[in-house]
């Protein structure tokens, strides 16, 4: 039971260190790398390409750009990283199954990367723009304060590009067009890897509780035969 907590304890501490250290790593050179709009083709359907974005992921935005909707949104993250890590703990304490740990621990993850770049990038970076490569503290402090953050992007897989058919309008169109990052890529593997084997995933508990139950009827069984064959006295 100790050793099974301990493998769960070192899951998700290890899927987390690494999904920071990797997703910060990879802000912390595009940041001081790249302008904003700056591109370099990996290959033909998979592009670095930096972008900044005030919202969600994939560049979502809650209420318009520099006002109360990015506050907001960095505090709805805070409290969610603090129940899902609420929810990781209580899983491990309770013997989930490691899937579902890990699963969890790739959103948990995720959602701190995106926090912390709202939370101090603004104050330790100077501002990107298309003509300008932003400096690691510069002189005249950051572009903007706690929780108000830009979160950097750069990950752009263009899978396919070309126009609709005319009765869907003839309008050209870009597959996959969003630009996110490694937190964002994080959250939505942790999803759809539940989505996809959320029957071993959840089920895993159900199966020991049935072999327990079902133990705990041959045991019944065999003392009753025990207590039928003893002889009379």
């Known amino acids: ?20 250290l990797v997703d910060q790593w990879v802000k912390f050179y595009v940041k001081t790398h790249f302008a904003i709009g700056d591109q370099y083709d990996v290959t033909s359907w998979f592009k670095i390409h930096f972008v900044e974005n ?5 560049g979502w935005k809650l209420g318009p750009s520099g006002t109360w909707g990015k506050l907001v949104l960095s505090l709805f993250r805070i409290v969610a990283v603090f129940f899902i890590g609420r929810f990781i703990v209580r899983l491990i304490k309770t013997e989930a199954t490691p899937g579902l740990v890990f699963c969890l621990s790739l959103i948990f993850a995720g959602a701190i990367g995106n ?12 501002a990107s723009t298309p ?3 932003a400096t690691l503290f510069p002189k005249g402090g950051g572009y903007a304060n706690i929780l108000h953050g830009k979160v950097v992007d ?21 597959f996959f067009d969003p630009v996110f990052n490694i937190a964002d ?9 539940m989505l996809l084997f959320h029957r071993s995933i959840f089920d895993n508990n159900k199966e020991e509780e049935l072999n327990l139950s079902e133990n705990e009827e041959s045991n019944i069984v065999l003392n009753n035969q025990e207590s039928t064959e003893l002889p009379n006295a």
């Open 54 to 58: 005030e919202g969600m992921a994939f």
């Open 115 to 126: 926090i912390l770049d709202s939370l101090y990038f603004g104050r330790i970076f100077s």
């Open 185 to 193: 890529a994080s959250i939505s593997v942790g999803v759809a890897l």
């Open 154 to 174: 750069m990950l752009y897989f263009p899978l396919f590009e070309g126009y609709l058919p005319k009765w869907l309008g003839g309008a050209y169109f870009t």
């Open 131 to 133: 003509f300008d490569i």
């Open 1 to 20: 039971m100790m050793e099974s907590k301990n493998k769960m304890w070192w899951i998700a501490a290890f899927t987390v260190a690494l999904v920071l």
